[in-house]
């Protein structure tokens, strides 16, 4: 049984002077990313790791997570970032076998395609969504499209 942990990073400025893979989290967003880290703490969702994408609106809001629910740092992985789904579907695939509960920290618009892809589930996700999904399967390489179950869902607007 596998389990992964969608997280969508929480929202970044859109002040100029800013690529888009610097853009950080606003003051008011990192207080949305903690409430939500804090609820996944307090049902007692804890991800063996976090894969980040490495820009640094994900990779802050990777670092939340970790901080307040005790976890090791987050791992990041380059093609998180502007991924499509078929790119998120190879870094699920090639996701370490030792780990049955892994979180994926990343960007719209491939994490509302990978979370429909996965679980045929249509949801909105707005900034800081959280969504689990578990896959009746042994290796992350035999999680197909479709195969999933959405088992927890939660955004800061609900």
Request: glycine share 2%; charged share 20%; hydrophobic share 40%.
């Given at each position: 049984m596998k389990k992964l942990l969608l997280i969508r990073h929480a929202k970044a400025t859109h002040e100029s002077?800013?690529?888009?893979f610097e853009r950080p989290l606003t003051p008011e967003?990192?207080?949305?990313?903690e409430v939500m880290a804090s609820r996944l703490r307090a049902e007692g969702i804890f991800p063996d790791i976090?894969?980040?994408?490495?820009?640094?609106?994900?990779?802050?809001?990777?670092?939340?997570?970790?901080?307040?629910?005790?976890?090791?740092?987050?791992?990041t992985d380059k093609r998180?970032?502007?991924?499509?789904?078929?790119t998120l579907m190879e870094v699920v695939?090639?996701?370490p076998d030792n780990y049955s509960f892994i979180g994926l920290v990343g960007h719209n618009p491939g994490f509302s395609q990978i979370f429909y892809l996965l679980c045929n589930c249509?949801?909105?996700?707005?900034?800081?969504?959280?969504?689990?999904?578990?896959?009746?399967?042994?290796?992350?390489?035999d999680v197909e499209p479709y195969t999933g179950?959405?088992?927890?869902y939660d955004t800061p607007q609900v």
């Open positions: 002077g800013y690529i888009d967003d990192l207080q949305e990313a976090l894969v980040s994408s490495p820009a640094l609106r994900t990779l802050s809001t990777a670092n939340i997570f970790t901080q307040i629910m005790q976890l090791p740092k987050a791992n998180i970032y502007d991924a499509s789904e078929n695939s090639e996701l249509i949801k909105d996700t707005p900034t800081c969504t959280v969504a689990v999904i578990e896959f009746d399967a042994d290796s992350w390489n179950k959405l088992i927890y």
